[in-house]
């Protein structure tokens, strides 16, 4: 999926947080704030290997995606999609935009970037199929 309209390009490429919903084994749904990279065709997300999202999408690789909206919800923007555990990932500290996007966020975290990427290692590529936007 692409050709994306400018305002939700500009979002994939400049929004520092989506929302992840995944749905638990019990049929609960997850929704979750996430740190994310657009890569044309993609969405990668680093994730704690034991996360309970990590865990649902073992079980259930259908998600979606969503940028807060306004107050209003006047504009929003949606995706459905399929997600993926990457096998032995890159690790965070091999994905230059990731970092130039997260660097800041990283070390206000108390972190390194290093440290980070051992901690966030599973690796969660979500495959867009379709847009909804308004």
Do not use: C
């Not at 657009?38 to 865990?55: A, D, F, N, T």
């Not at 997260?102 to 599973?122: D, H, N, V």
């Amino acid at each position: 999926m692409s050709n994306f309209p400018p305002s939700v390009e500009r979002q994939l490429r400049d929004e520092p947080v989506i929302w992840l919903a995944t749905v638990r084994q019990d049929g609960q749904p997850q929704v979750v704030p996430v740190w994310f990279l657009w890569e044309g065709q993609h969405v990668l997300i680093y994730s704690l290997p034991r996360s309970q999202k990590v865990r649902n999408i073992q079980s259930n690789p259908r998600v979606s995606l969503h940028f807060t909206s306004d107050r209003w919800a006047s504009h929003v923007t949606r995706f459905d999609g399929s997600a993926e555990l990457v096998p032995d990932p890159p690790p965070v500290t091999a994905v230059p935009a990731y970092l130039a996007k997260y660097s800041e966020a990283i070390t206000r975290l108390g972190m390194t970037a290093p440290q980070f990427a051992a901690e966030y290692s599973a690796l969660i590529r979500v495959r867009l199929e379709h847009l909804v936007h308004w």
